[in-house]
């Protein structure tokens, strides 16, 4: 039977396409995410300063891969609309300029993060100058700190190959290989922290490793699926006889790009300046959010893989030409929006227990679960924002993202979380609170923009 178009509901072809993009990204991320909690679990079990300092570092990683992915994504909008038309060399000259990214950013952040790790660190220190709290998670920062370095150039370059192939529709290989790596991820993890096996006990340092084992076997995963599959993929024909990109498309990926790559940029900075805002309360808010990030990091994969799925098939429907297109962004984040809110309530009924299986004060326990029940309510005004920043993109509308994202976190919620922290004495629950609640007003921005319609653009040529 065929629905009523009232604008929010689809029929059933419309949700399996959906699905079928969305599903595998979610598995993948869940189960990353789901890993993830587990090693930090096993990191916090060794002691407090140890968790901090990974946490920490996580923090300037998180900057990293974000980098990562916004240097991916101004190619990945043409990749989309590129593979909307059919055009194959298209899709090969947009992962070529992937590679190029990946092997910059790459070398760029290995550099960086080696040579400046100590004063980067020392950015969410703020206890008393030679305290045996900051020196031992000082130590214990640095040490995985550097030992993670050498998983990060592998990272990009699996990048380059997994969002080309998802952004083909490809969704399922990128799910194995992640899956795969979690996997190698959490025994090297189990084996290396605790000395299991006949190895040393490692402690933080063992984390490290095992990551950089991790990443290593899935971009081996995605290199030999995609060269083994060149059938399915054609792009990959031909793709290393030369790394040359054509001029035309080289100036449209960077003026499309840039905005992207600064956007990620700016906001996963913002991030981490918004930790560091908490963190003048001491070091124990670090621990706090950190479990609280753990567990909602794991919920969030519902609205994280709807707003890849969202770029996917609007990038695929503006590239195809479909009249039908501001329909179906409608509907895609209506089915977000829903699809938090059940996971909303599932999170805020896990808050008052997660944080129990941390070895920490009962302190932190406390505010870790106040701040997932906070991220829990939030959850839908997320996944609007989300969506509305994945459909302007699909746009190719990278400079309004950059101002409708990264802009927003620097003009209102880093300024408005340092005020509360630093000049008042409000408990930092409530100021984490009421920074989230300042997004509201991205989402009102959102809808304005993604109503008028400005996004609906092809910005590929015929092939």
Not at 191 to 201: E, M, Q, R, S
Request: proline share 4%; charged share 15%; aromatic share 12%.
């Amino acid at each position: 039977m065929k629905v009523k178009s009232w604008g929010l509901i689809g029929p059933r072809d419309f949700y399996i396409r959906l699905l079928t993009i969305a599903l595998p990204i979610m598995v993948k991320q869940g189960i990353t995410s789901f890993v993830n909690m587990l090693d930090n679990i096993m990191v916090g079990r060794i002691s407090t300063p140890a968790m901090s300092g990974v946490a920490i570092v996580n923090q300037l990683i998180f900057v990293y891969n974000l980098i990562i992915f916004g240097g991916m994504a101004g190619a990945g909008i043409f990749t989309a609309q590129y593979y909307g038309q059919r055009d194959d060399k298209g899709v090969m000259h947009t992962f070529r300029f992937k590679l190029w990214v990946s092997l910059l950013l790459g070398i760029s952040g290995t550099c960086l993060l080696y040579f400046m790790r100590e004063p980067l660190i020392m950015l969410y220190l703020h206890e008393e100058e030679g305290s045996v709290l900051l020196a031992s998670t000082l130590r214990e920062a640095d040490r995985y700190l550097v030992l993670i370095l050498f998983g990060l150039i592998p990272f990009a370059l699996a990048q380059a190959y997994a969002s080309t192939l998802s952004e083909c529709g490809d969704t399922f290989v990128p799910m194995a290989a992640g899956i795969a790596a979690v996997l190698v991820n959490l025994a090297g993890n189990y084996i290396l922290i605790f000395g299991k096996a006949g190895f040393p006990a490692l402690g933080t340092g063992g984390a490290a490793i095992a990551t950089g084992i991790s990443r290593g076997a899935e971009l081996l995963i995605l290199i030999f699926y995609t060269h083994a599959h060149s059938g399915r993929h054609p792009f990959i024909k031909g793709a290393f006889k030369s790394m040359k990109i054509p001029a035309g498309l080289l100036k449209g990926i960077l003026s499309k790009g840039a905005p992207l790559l600064v956007n990620e940029a700016m906001w996963s900075m913002g991030m981490s300046a918004l930790i560091r805002n908490y963190s003048l309360r001491g070091l124990e808010v670090v621990a706090a959010l950190n479990i609280s990030t753990t567990i909602s990091n794991v919920f969030n994969i519902v609205f994280i893989a709807l707003g890849s799925a969202i770029a996917i098939i609007i990038g695929q429907e503006l590239g195809a030409g479909n009249a039908d297109v501001r329909k179906d962004a409608s509907r895609l984040t209506f089915f977000a929006v829903a699809c938090c809110v059940i996971s909303g309530a599932c999170l805020f009924a896990a808050a008052p227990f997660f944080p129990q299986i941390y070895n920490t004060e009962e302190s932190v326990r406390q505010a870790a679960a106040r701040f997932i029940m906070i991220s829990a309510a939030a959850m839908p005004m997320y996944a609007y924002e989300n969506s509305t920043y994945f459909i302007l993109r699909a746009g190719g509308k990278t400079l309004i993202t950059f101002l409708f994202d990264a802009c927003f976190v620097w003009a209102v919620s880093i300024p408005l979380s340092y005020v509360l922290s630093r000049f008042t004495l409000l408990p930092v629950p409530l100021v984490y609170a009421m920074v989230q609640s300042a997004e509201i007003f991205k989402c009102l921005l959102g809808f304005v923009l993604v109503r008028k319609g400005i996004w609906i653009n092809r910005i590929t040529s015929e092939p």
